[in-house]
């Protein structure tokens, strides 16, 4: 599938390719919302599912999520009639029988994206929180964001984590961040973007040719179409799109893409 990219609705990320999996560190429930509300309000305005989990980690309830949220998007509850936007609680998305399994979740994951593709919607976009995975069960959480990056890869879903400031040390944020394509942290109303690992490559280590490769396929081009625009072949452009995700030390292209719109490498207007 090609990259499309799809607006986040946050200012510290702008837009997004589909299949983008990120974690965001919060400090307050004012700061959570400050997530929550635009990221699902652009979800909402773009056609897509919007799917909340409110885990028992967080610092609000599912009514305080569609208060807040209504503020925003004053017909939040024809969205809700459609079914077009839902909140789930804790057991009913990480406990559905009774106890906590990858499997079943990502299964709920796959039928919710069938079911807004069913209603006619562009894809899907989900904002929860595993931290209580990464205190509680660590195996588990890493199995599961592993699961999670690989269901959500190249298929039409943007996933938001959640995780508290207050109860992550500096070990705590760079393994819940390692799985993610990339993390930001909200704090007393501030966006800031976390540097977690080395340094991404600048815009002068990739080619001209990369740069550009890269540029096209965040505006939604398939390897075929950019042979096509570029007058060279399929073959040749996957092997810069190959290239620039070695480089940036991705681990595909939609997280290749991701990384070099986060880091302004390569600019898309509209």
Partial sequence: ??????????????????????????????????????????GLESNEFCLGVISKDMPLTKQDAWNALRQAVPDLELHATAGRVEFLSHDEWFLQGGDFDVAGVIRLLNDKLVQ????????????????WLQRERWNDF???????????????????????????????????????????????????????????TT????????????TWAARGKSAWEIAEILHISERTVDEHVQTAVRKLGAANRTQAVAIALLHRIIEVDG
Wanted: aromatic share 8%; charged share 20%.
């Fill in 1 to 42: 599938m090609a990259a499309s990219l799809r607006r986040t609705g946050l200012s510290v990320l702008g837009d997004m390719p589909w299949g983008t999996h990120f974690s965001v560190f919060y400090e307050t429930k004012g700061d959570l919302l400050d997530i929550l509300v635009p990221f699902f309000k652009a």
């Fill in 116 to 131: 807004a593709f069913a209603r006619g919607q562009a894809g899907m976009r989900i904002n929860g929180s595993p931290a």
């Fill in 142 to 200: 890493h199995a599961f964001e592993k699961a999670t990056d690989e269901a959500i890869a190249d298929h039409r879903i943007i996933a938001a984590c959640n995780f508290p400031l207050a109860t992550s040390g500096a070990a705590e944020i760079l393994a819940a961040a390692r799985p993610h394509h990339f993390a930001v942290l909200r704090r007393n109303g501030v966006w800031t973007k976390l540097q977690t690992t080395e340094a991404p």
């Fill in 203 to 214: 815009t002068h280590s990739l080619t001209p040719r990369e740069v550009e490769v890269l």
